[in-house]
């Protein structure tokens, strides 16, 4: 993604990509794509931690807060979208997204009050209590749960203008409308005076601040956004991909997980959350296929997700060192290669007097 | 400086008074007070840790002293905190660079715009007219800096690429966007080659003459200091030996011993 701003210009660029996007989205795939499969397990489930991946860039890739605890977030989220579809007669299920994010961006304004006073490892430790603290509220007060004693909730069913949602290719559409529909704020905000203010207090805090930049106003909006896009994704997770709610799905493993894709994905990108996000979710399945083609089951699954912790790990490590851009650099990279001829003359054409 | 300025030295801006400030056991700076007239070129100097940035940080809030006060536009600034110092009108460079490294040159300057931005997060968000109409005017400002600073060429490289002396010229350039009425300028020219010094001078004079911005700065080249400053503060263990217009510094007998009797040129 260029660094160009989409409202100066609307770049040319930006448009064409959102009118490919939306055409792949809504028509290409709902049209070729058969297979619930890709649908319940791949799209599905991509574009929902796409868009907590998308919090946890904001408050790290971009305002470089090392907070871990996104999938608290999401829990908070999924259980508030649960509890108001419950309790909220006539609320329309955008109205209970949103809501969700709301909740969640307060639960992220309070446990991103550490960040005033701590950084690096220190902050990871504080933020980690966020996700312990929201998934234990949930468990101890059974009115979250609706007093549920079996452990698992079934997250009601998607109703929009009075029509269900619940194939999953109406699912995947519910889906992919609402993170399409975040991820342009997404972009306005990190590409205008927000995102700047936010990179601002990541690369030099003191500079920052003697610009006139309140570094808690900056901070916690990071906080309280980032919250937003990971309780929106958590409400998405668990009535789309769980189709239920329980707390153990919200567990320290994911925000791992979510942690892992901004690394891989690109800090300070949002396009990374999206790769990073596929990367994390289609490893494990690429990787097995690729046991099972090659090795005829012959290796123990055991070992084979051993294996596959020893790949990220190295990976991890190695993006850290030499491409702390992760893939999105990568993948920028080789586009520029592939279109330097275009893009030169592009730049010819600039060039020329207008008119 | 002899023709007719723009802006004649006016009334004091900025005035310190009886400051001492502590770290642990460390006095760097010990019951220090001057003023500083607005439109004036204010030049500090001394020796190393002499406690020449400490007085710049207390200025700007960076540091609170433990005791006196710093007066600005004849209000005190009261253990405020920098950002809020920033939009009373005080901005700075610092010694060593603190740009925004992964930004690029534009986007640092930028961010010394941000207190002219009033848009919040919802209208920059779902980009409404006052977001994206800020947003044009302050990069139209932004670009008349660069077009100024003469660093059109680099306006999207990030800054980490660029050599030291084009950096020091980007943290003034987000200095000068801040369009603070003080700034403080810690070592503009340190590490600069006699051209690049020359150069520099040259914008600082000439943001003084065209919009009359008071100027506070920390120099060890003497002949610079002579060239561009009204009247020079000299700190020696924190402590105010001399003040006065340059000349008159210069052949100041305390000043020549705090330099261990090395001739000033
Ligand atoms: N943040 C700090 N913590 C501890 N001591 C400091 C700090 N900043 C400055 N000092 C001390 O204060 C004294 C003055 O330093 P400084 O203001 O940087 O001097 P100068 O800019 O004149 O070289 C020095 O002794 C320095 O070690
Ligand atoms: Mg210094």
Known sequence: ??????????????????????????????????????????????????????????????????????????????????????????????????????????FGVL????????????????????????????????????????GIITAQDIEIFGRPFTSPVEMYLVVAVVVIVLTIPAINLTRGAVGRSWMAVRDMDIAAESMGISLLRTKLLAFAISAFYCGVAGALFAFTYLKSLEPVA??????FEILFMVILGGLGTINGAFIGAAFILLFPVVLNSLGNTYFHGMIDATIMSAIEQVVFGALIILFLIY????????????????????????????????? | MTQARNYPLGDPILEVSNISLRFGGVKAITDTSFKVLAHEIRAIIGPNGAGKSSLLNCINGVYK??????????????????????????????????????????????????????ANFLEVACQ??????????????????????EIGDIRHTPVAKLP????????????????????????????????????????????NDEIGT????????????????????????????????????????????????????
């Open chain 1, 1 to 106: 993604m260029s660094d160009k701003p989409i409202f100066m210009t609307f770049a040319r660029s930006d448009v064409t990509n959102f009118v490919v996007l939306m055409i792949v989205a809504f028509a290409v795939i709902p049209l070729t794509v058969g297979s619930d499969y890709w649908y319940t397990s791949i799209l599905i489930p991509w574009l929902c931690l796409a868009l907590a991946a998308i919090g946890q860039q904001i408050v790290m890739g971009y305002t470089g807060q090392l907070a871990l605890g996104a999938a608290g977030f999401m829990a908070a989220g999924a259980f508030a979208c649960f509890n108001l579809e419950l309790r909220v007669p006539g609320l329309p299920f955008a109205g209970s997204l949103l809501l969700s994010g709301v909740i969640a961006a307060a």
């Open chain 1, 111 to 150: 446990f991103g009050l550490p960040s005033l006073r701590v950084r690096g490892i220190y902050l990871m430790v504080a933020t980690l209590a966020s996700q312990f603290f929201i998934i234990w509220m949930i468990d101890k007060f059974g009115w979250f749960k609706n007093y549920d004693t079996s």
């Open chain 1, 250 to 255: 919200f567990d320290i493993k994911l925000s």
């Open chain 1, 323 to 355: 491409e702390p851009l992760g893939m999105s650099k990568l993948w920028t990279n080789l586009r520029q290669r592939m279109f330097s001829r275009k893009r030169a003359g592009d730049a010819r054409a600039l060039r020329k007097p207008a008119g």
């Open chain 2, 65 to 118: 002293p433990q005791e006196g006060s710093i007066a600005f536009k004849g209000q005190v600034l009261d253990r405020i905190s920098p950002n809020i110092v920033a939009r009373k009108g005080i901005s700075r460079t610092f010694q060593n660079l603190a740009l925004f490294k992964r930004m690029s040159v534009l986007d640092n300057i930028l961010v010394g715009r941000q207190l002219h931005m009033a």
């Open chain 2, 128 to 149: 409404l007219p006052r977001a994206r109409r800020e947003e044009r005017e302050n990069r139209a400002r932004c670009e008349e800096i660069v077009e100024f600073l």
């Open chain 2, 164 to 207: 030291y002396g084009l950096q020091k010229k980007v943290e003034l350039g987000r200095a000068l966007a801040t369009e603070a009425d003080v700034l403080l300028l810690d070592e503009p020219m340190a590490g600069m080659n006699v051209e690049e010094k020359r150069e520099m001078c040259r914008f600082i004079l000439k943001v």
């Open chain 2, 214 to 265: 008071t100027m506070v700065l920390i120099e060890h080249d003497m002949g610079v200091v002579m060239d561009i400053s009204d009247n020079v503060v000299v700190l020696d263990y924190g402590k105010v030996i001399a003040e006065g217009p340059p000349a008159e510094v210069r052949s100041n007998q305390a000043v020549i011993d705090a330099y261990l009797g090395v001739a000033i040129d």
